[in-house]
RNA sequence: GCCGCGGUGCUGGAAUUGGUAUACAGGGCGGACUUAAAAUCCGCUGGGCGUAUGCUCUUGUGGGUUCGAGUCCCACCCGCGGCACCA
């Protein structure tokens, strides 16, 4: 039977508005569920059929919840600050905020007409003032408390974008956001300090509900490494080598030493007039700085590299000397930005004595060189004969004694550059006076907010667009009352949101961030969803904010997002990402136009498993259609049906432990079970398809209200979750299975815990079972109960 | 190179965690209704042999464990994602 899907969708709409279906309790006696998205960056182009399969997913999670009777905040808001915008406001002459106003507007209508039950009230947006002066605010307690420092460093330059870049915004050498070549710069900085954090952020990974692969990825990225600090002498010059090292116990296989081309050492020495070899030095120094971080990488086949001439290392157990090389294989931004080589059993120094001819001595023993593994020691002189693993400690031990090393930790992490020379961010809330240095701006006079600019264009200059802007820049410094400058770098993209999720708990606080009373209750988010492309961008710098405010006493929980799902992607037909160059993006809103809300929902939860990527197929949809026509079609009546009514409860245990465990698909699947089996009756029985279309709601919402509507008044998603009696979902019939051999045979319906020698006797007098068994001895006879028999012969 | 995930009909995908492999859906084929088409409804749909009750083969490849393997173990092949000179 036909419906009319928007006549349908637009009553229900309104329905659920006026009677604040979806409104969250401030403070409730209910336990609470905080469902949460990923929320959008509301870009130019509007939803595409991609984007709802997550928040469908945290949807139908947050009608089973308020079903199940909890209290349920699942809010929506915009992290509207970013490139994006300032790009076409450059193109266009537009004010960024217009643009993005515009585009807000149209991203909610698309999610409202997916019937998406946001609790609109608690909307946030990162670039409205009242939101970001909190970014602002935590910003300068980082700075109170040492964590935002300024610094020149070398950072990663884009020329397309015209900013710097944090680590994590650098893929495979190219710009994560335009593909540009990415260039080594020094320019004037912002960092947080997210290093001092790197052992609670690994160690609190353990505990929490996040896919491994997520999970794995954070604990790379913030690589621990356990190892050694040595000192090695430079024998011509008053100066400590310093290196990591994590096998210290081959120390005595270390023939030469290597620097990266931005040591220190490099230039002190060359300044000394100690390098012999000063032209080739230099140019190889200057070849290094050239290259990009790509070509830096894509040459990584074939080591590079020129001796320190005139310089030597004093081994610090042997005291034997070794020569000093630079190459750029040495990283200047780990550890010391040094290394003793040991060839003999490291892969990358045995390379670079190949190149060039330098020794490679054995000290331990094992397999062929280059040899990682552990083993004996040899030719280590009073260390020969120890296995390598305590020979480490002991190594170790002598040289803290000599106050020539000691044992240390090194992570690859770095510090977050947190600095952008572009116009559409948070202003750093710093003002820079010539007395007193960077002074945070006072609490009382937050938010700093962007001045209007005639050209957003960024300069290129490594200043950002504001610093053009006098009347903003100047101002008076809080600390001396004397002349100041703010700062005029802003925010990286990341910043408003690496805490939204605290300000949906109290939107319209403006005396703290956020209610204490309020956060303990709603605190932490039980379910985030998004996509896996934040793995070490947004949910690790979330995380170290999160643990920021919990040091300061903002909020109680030591991690915010207590269980995480990555939804797959959607891709265009025959398997190729939807874009638009490709012309294959497929938008929610002709589907719903032409099917339904509730299809388009059904069919994104249906198509696969919730975290794999599948392609997107029209055909697939109009099969929801017909079910949900079908489902229109059942008779409803009176008459009791227990084989029904035992198919209903098995429906409700599988449909709420599917919801439970995202297995969405199936839940509909066996949804469709129960509806085939309905259609084969004359009549269904009201209290059957009543708990039917609750297991349904969650789903297909407006569908579901529609025909809840013959039998109540109130909306059927504030009806409570149907419970399942297991003696009524039970069979008293099963089949059993006949196998002879392992091989299927025959199957018998018996009634249920019948004991095997009932089963056998009854197997034994089937004509197909004996066929297999005549003149056969049986040896063994496998029986497992309401399940199988297996005579084994 | 290292780490992680995966490989099941024509397609998307199920499989109670070791017990009838291919649920559910799409597509295809045949039929009903219709002047006709669409929609809808009914039936069939992994391969081979067979009119058929049926037999047999089949979950990337090869081996193993087991009464019994898509599921566990070993080796290999292919695809996807991440990291990548991290000392």
Request: charged share 30%; hydrophobic share 35%.
């Amino acid at each position: 039977m036909k419906y009319d899907h928007k006549k349908l969708e637009k009553k229900w709409r309104s329905f659920w508005e006026s009677e604040e279906v979806f409104k969250t309790e401030e403070l409730s006696d209910k336990p609470k569920f905080y469902c949460l998205d990923m929320f959008p960056y509301p870009s130019g182009k509007g939803l595409h059929v991609g984007h709802p399969r997550g928040y469908v997913a945290t949807d139908v999670i947050s009608h089973f919840k308020r079903m199940k009777g909890y209290n349920v905040l699942h809010p929506m808001g915009w992290d509207a600050f970013g490139l994006p915008a300032e790009n076409y406001a450059i193109k266009t002459g537009t004010h960024p905020r217009k643009a993005v106003e515009k585009n807000i507007d149209h991203f909610k209508e698309q999610l409202d007409s997916i019937g998406l039950s946001y609790d609109w009230e608690r909307e946030i947006n990162t670039t409205d003032p009242e939101y970001f002066k909190w970014t602002q605010w935590i910003f300068v307690k980082m700075f109170k408390k040492g964590l935002a420092y300024e610094g020149t460093l070398p950072i990663n330059w884009c020329p397309s974008c015209k900013t710097g870049l944090a680590n994590e915004e650098v893929v495979d050498g190219l710009c994560e956001r335009c593909d540009s070549k990415v260039f080594k710069k020094d320019i004037r900085q912002w960092v947080l300090k997210i290093t001092k954090y790197a052992d609670r952020l690994l160690e609190d990974l353990r505990d929490l509900d996040w896919p491994d692969s997520i999970k794995q990825m954070q604990e790379n990225w913030i690589g621990r490494s356990e190892g050694a600090k040595i000192i090695f002498k430079v024998k011509e010059m008053d100066e400590n080598l310093e290196v990591f090292t994590t096998r210290p116990d081959t120390i005595f296989g270390a023939t030469f030493m290597v620097v990266a081309p931005e040591h220190d050492l490099v230039e002190k020495s060359l300044d000394q007039g100690l390098i012999e070899n000063n032209t080739e030095v230099i140019d190889y120094v200057e070849q290094s700085r050239r290259k990009s971080d790509l070509e830096r990488t894509e040459l990584s086949k074939e080591k590079t590299g020129v001796e320190l001439k005139g310089l030597s290392a004093i081994n610090p157990m042997s005291g034997e000397e070794i020569p000093i090389w630079i190459a750029d294989y040495v990283l200047g931004s780990y550890g010391y930005g040094a290394v003793m080589s040991v060839p003999a059993h490291d892969q990358r120094d045995y390379e670079m004595a190949e190149k060039y001819d330098l020794e490679i001595r054995r000290v331990i023993e094992g397999g062929e060189i280059p040899y990682t593994g552990e083993g004996k020691m040899i030719a280590s002189d009073k260390f020969n004969g120890l296995p390598s693993s305590s020979g480490r400690e002991k190594i170790v031990e002598e040289l803290e004694k000599n106050k020539l090393g000691e044992k240390t930790v090194n992570y690859k992490l770095r510090d977050w550059i947190f600095s952008r020379q572009r116009y559409w961010g948070e202003p750093i809330p710093i003002i820079h006076c010539e007395k007193c240095g960077a002074v945070p701006v006072s609490e009382d006079d937050l938010p700093v907010t962007l001045p209007d600019v005639k050209k957003y264009e960024p300069t290129g200059t490594g200043e950002s667009p504001l610093s053009g802007i006098d009347d903003w820049v100047k101002t008076i410094c809080p600390e001396c009352g004397g002349s100041g400058k703010r700062e005029t770098n802003t925010m990286p993209q990341w910043a408003g949101s690496c805490w939204y999720y605290l300000r949906y708990i109290d939107p319209k606080n403006d005396e703290t961030l956020i209610d204490p009373e309020k956060e303990s209750y709603f605190m932490p988010v039980d379910l985030y969803v998004g996509g896996a492309e934040h793995a070490v961008l947004h949910l690790l710098y979330s995380r170290f904010w999160h643990k920021f405010l919990y040091d300061i006493g903002v909020v109680s929980t030591k991690e915010p997002f207590k269980k995480l799902k990555n939804q797959g992607l959607i891709m265009g037909e025959g398997g190729i990402k939807m874009s638009k160059s490709k012309g294959n993006v497929v938008s929610p809103d002709e589907i719903i136009d032409k099917y339904g809300a509730d299809v388009l929902r059904l069919y994104e939860m249906f198509v696969g498993s919730f975290e794999d990527e599948v392609p997107w197929d029209e055909e697939g949809v109009v099969g929801m259609r017909r079910f949900l026509e079908r489902v229109n079609s059942i008779r409803i009546g009176e008459k009791e049906d227990r084989e029904l009514l035992g198919l209903l409860h098995r429906t409700i245990k599988k449909v709420t432990s599917d919801i439970e465990n995202f297995k969405f698909n199936t839940a509909i699947s066996s949804l469709m079970v129960l509806t085939n089996e309905m259609r084969e009756r004359e009549e269904v029985s009201k209290d059957i398809f009543k708990d039917f279309l609750k297991l349904l709601a969650p789903f297909a919402p407006h569908f579901t209200e529609e025909l809840w509507s013959k039998f109540e008044r109130d909306s059927i998603l504030n009806s409570s979750w149907p419970s399942y009696d297991k003696k009524v979902a039970e069979k008293n019939k099963v089949f059993i299975i006949i196998q002879v051999d392992g091989r299927f045979r025959d199957k018998v319906e018996v009634n249920k815990g019948i004991s095997e020698n009932e089963v056998v006797e009854i197997a034994e007098s089937r004509e197909r079972v004996e066929k297999w068994l005549k003149g056969k001895k049986i040896k063994k006879i496998i029986f497992v109960e309401d399940k199988l028999l297996n005579f084994v012969t």
